[in-house]
Every structure is written in structure tokens, then in C-alpha cells.
């Protein structure tokens, strides 16, 4: 199995509000980076964790675990939602869903 691409968990955090302007600020992502191994969920897995076919879905699997709070995935330019998350002994495995 190869560990070639490379995978952004995004953390979200909210724009604080100004007083004096009385608007929100900005929204600031932040990311952390790491090698996983992707590949396309296989179909009967999607019975299990959707009950139906899903387009989009992917299957993550990292070398360690991912310890960190996260919001979402970022695969190059597309943005995911974790559907599905176990550990193994070592590794860790994710089942996701492109945000549409």
C-alpha cells in the first residue's frame, strides 16, 4: 500500500466579531499535513456505512493515528467530510464524502 498523497485536515474557526465596525472578521482554515494512502470505497462498504451507493466516496488510511480535532479533509481541491473513522492498532482508516 502506498502512502503517496497528500492530505490537509482543516481546522475552521469562526471570524470574532469587531465591536467597533459591528461586522464579523474573516474565517481563518487551518491545516495540518499528511501522507495517506487513498483509494476508492469499495461497494459493498458503502452498503455498510450509507446503506446505499455514494458517489464520491473515498477511503483514507494513514500510517498513525490522527489524534488532533479537525473539521474537515482536503484532498488537492476538493473538500471532504468524514463519514466513518477507525482505529487499528497503528493505523487509522477514514471513509469520506465529497462537500458538495
Do not use: C, W
Amino acid at each position: 500500500m502506498r502512502y503517496d498523497t497528500m492530505i490537509y485536515f482543516q481546522k475552521l474557526t469562526q471570524g470574532e466579531y469587531d465591536q467597533e465596525t459591528g461586522d464579523y472578521k474573516d474565517d481563518s482554515v487551518s491545516e495540518d499535513q499528511k501522507q495517506a494512502s487513498v483509494m476508492d470505497t469499495t461497494t459493498q462498504m458503502m452498503q455498510v456505512v450509507y446503506g446505499m451507493i455514494k458517489q464520491g466516496s473515498l477511503t483514507l488510511q494513514l500510517q498513525n493515528h490522527y489524534d488532533h480535532p479537525f473539521d474537515q479533509i482536503r484532498i488537492e481541491n476538493k473538500i471532504y467530510k468524514v463519514d466513518y473513522s477507525r482505529k487499528l492498532r497503528t493505523k487509522q482508516t477514514f471513509i469520506v464524502s465529497e462537500v458538495q
